[in-house]
């Protein structure tokens, strides 16, 4: 059973940055789809980053695009997002997520397993 723990979470002014890390219990870190998403009050949850631990894809979202670098530490087996510039309405729940896959990774995943969050809350 694969298990995911994010941390890094917390409050910070405009401006700010944070950095969040989702520790991954898995076998082979080297070949998952993962990814980190969002959900503010009120809102649908949404993808803010997406990469394949194999190599070869990364996407963000547009809303993210030039402040958050997503990347990994394969000998650590974990996860981060690197978030720069933050603004309030960055704040959310933020969720780690992650699938076993041959290659193919995207916003749908595949993302069999998730994380229970971590808060990020941003003040202007």
């Known amino acids: 059973q694969v298990q995911l723990v994010e941390s890094g979470g917390g409050s910070v002014q405009g401006g700010g940055s944070l950095r969040l890390s989702c520790a991954a219990s898995?076998?082979?870190?080297?070949?998952?789809?993962m990814g980190w998403f969002r959900q503010a009050p009120g809102k649908e949850r949404e993808g803010v980053a997406v990469?394949?631990?194999?190599?070869?894809?990364?996407l963000y979202a547009d809303s993210v695009k030039g402040r958050f670098t997503i990347s990994q530490d394969n000998a650590k087996n974990t996860l981060y997002l690197q978030m720069n510039s933050l603004k309030p309405e960055d704040t959310a729940m933020y969720y780690c997520?992650?699938?076993?896959?041959?290659?193919?990774?995207?916003?749908?995943?595949?993302?069999?397993?998730w994380g229970q969050g971590t808060q990020v809350t941003v003040s202007s």
């Open positions: 898995v076998f082979t870190f080297r070949r998952y789809c």
């Open positions: 990469i394949y631990t194999g190599g070869g894809r990364i």
């Open positions: 997520a992650a699938g076993p896959s041959g290659g193919y990774c995207y916003w749908n995943g595949p993302f069999n397993y």
